[in-house]
């Protein structure tokens, strides 16, 4: 054994973290349809607030169907790829392998998860908002172009991006010494 090698006691708690991390995994791949149908949940609720036209939530069907009794009544499933969920069990890896080579981070590390994941979910109902608008807007065939492929992938772009910066922002910084 070298001299500076960590002596597997201390490295003990770190190992724990990794496989609670790959059990978090785990449990959202196997939980993805609970977790989207959430996401749709949040959305018909927040549609409920600004909508003028009726809004009904299929959980089991993870989709989310407004405009009722208007012009444009439209349904917007949430599939796995369009899901927040996408992006946030890769970070949860990383997050596991970062702990393991920088074990006195793990408190940041788990911060800047949080608030990732988080501010992940949060551009994802952007995106679905900004889908409803601009069908209501546009129509649908032009709005939902719009609204999931050229601005909603924009919104996921930039919103992913913030997300990735604040991780490792919160998560790798250093410590400050006076």
């Known amino acids: ?9 201390s490295r003990l708690p770190v190992r724990w973290l990794v496989i609670a991390m790959l059990a ?22 927040v549609l409920r607030l600004i909508s003028e036209h009726g809004v009904y939530v299929a959980g089991a069907r993870h989709t989310v169907y407004f405009g009722l009794g208007g012009n ?10 369009c899901s927040s969920l996408f992006l946030v069990v890769p970070l949860v890896l990383v997050t596991a ?3 393991y ?9 788990l911060l800047s998860l949080l608030v990732f994941a988080a501010v992940v ?8 908002l900004l889908i409803v608008g601009l069908v209501n807007w ?10 999931h492929t050229l601005m909603g992938s924009l919104v996921s772009v ?3 991006a913030l997300a990735l910066v604040l991780f490792v922002r919160i998560g790798l910084r250093r410590e400050r010494t006076a």
Do not use: F
């Not at 054994?1 to 006691?9: D, K």
């Not at 080579?101 to 590390?109: E, K, Q, V, Y």
């Open 1 to 9: 054994m070298s001299a500076n090698a960590a002596p597997l006691s």
């Open 24 to 45: 978090v995994v785990g449990l959202l791949v196997v939980c993805q349809g609970a977790y989207r149908t959430a996401e749709v949940q949040v959305t018909g609720a």
């Open 72 to 81: 444009r009544p439209l349904g917007l499933q949430m599939t796995p790829e």
């Open 97 to 99: 392998v970062l702990g």
């Open 101 to 109: 080579l920088r074990p006195a981070n793990t408190r940041r590390l």
């Open 121 to 128: 979910a949060a551009v994802n109902q952007l995106r679905m």
């Open 138 to 147: 546009l129509g649908i065939s032009t709005g939902y172009y719009w609204g």
């Open 158 to 160: 930039i919103g992913g």
